[in-house]
């Protein structure tokens, strides 16, 4: 059985949509946060899950504050460390020490719109397709090997608020999916690149890919 430890900074919804994933294989060891008032936090706690709180705001570096929480998720021994809205920058320590099991979804198709107000940027762009993409994490802010990428289309009458609603739905999908593959051992890392042991992707007909 794989270990899960989720983190989160408020509502959650990607953290439920991975818990109700119920993945064979794998536990949700904690869901941890920032911030104590998160209403994720709640949720998880009423589904009996185990459930933290460490703000930064008590810690007089990022450094520091990274260091105590590294070892609030080691006492979890994590095989698996998700960022499901976790609103924080990491330190290159913390990225190092979870190399190749930290994941994290952002609301972007990847390498586009790094970092905050993805959708309001896409539409100021004027991109017809937007979408999400989940991607083991490096120090570089959004920038690691991407595990899966789920895409929607720009309307003409979107406005950020719905954009990033069509967008959500398709996380909820793309991230419990990116974790069956990780916890499978279904991929593997070279390079910038992801591959998947048995590529079952159908080329004709994706579009979360
Ligand atoms: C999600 O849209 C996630 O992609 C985004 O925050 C939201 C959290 O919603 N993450 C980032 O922007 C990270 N850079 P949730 O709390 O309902 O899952």
């Given at each position: 059985?794989?270990?899960?430890v989720i ?8 953290m ?8 064979p ?11 104590a ?35 609030l998720i ?15 920058i ?47 994490v490096?120090?570089?802010?959004d ?15 979107d406005?950020a ?6 967008v959500?739905?398709?996380e909820h ?37």
């Amino acid at each position: 059985m794989k270990n899960i430890v989720i983190l989160i900074s408020g509502r959650g919804s990607n953290m439920q949509a991975l818990v109700q994933a119920a993945i064979p294989g794998a536990q949700v060891a904690a869901v941890i946060s920032n911030r104590a008032d998160a209403a994720g936090l709640a949720w998880a706690a009423a589904q009996g899950l185990a459930t933290a709180s460490l703000s930064h705001r008590d810690y007089p570096s990022r450094e520091d504050y990274d260091a105590a929480l590294m070892a609030l998720i080691d006492t979890y021994a994590p095989d698996l460390v998700v960022l499901a809205g976790f609103m924080r920058i990491l330190t290159p320590a913390f990225c190092r020490h979870y190399q190749g099991r930290l994941i994290n979804i952002h609301p972007s198709l990847l390498p586009a719109f790094t970092g905050l107000d993805t959708h309001q940027r896409a539409l100021e762009a004027g991109c017809r397709v937007a979408g999400c993409t989940v991607h083991f994490v490096t120090p570089e802010l959004d920038c690691g090997p991407v595990i899966v990428q789920g895409a929607v289309p720009v309307l003409d009458h979107d406005t950020a608020a719905t954009l990033a609603e069509r967008v959500l739905a398709v996380e909820h999908q793309v991230l419990p999916q990116a974790v069956a593959d990780f916890v499978s051992g279904s991929l593997s890392i070279r390079g910038n690149r992801v591959y998947r042991v048995e590529n079952t992707v159908d080329a004709t007909a994706q579009l979360i890919i």
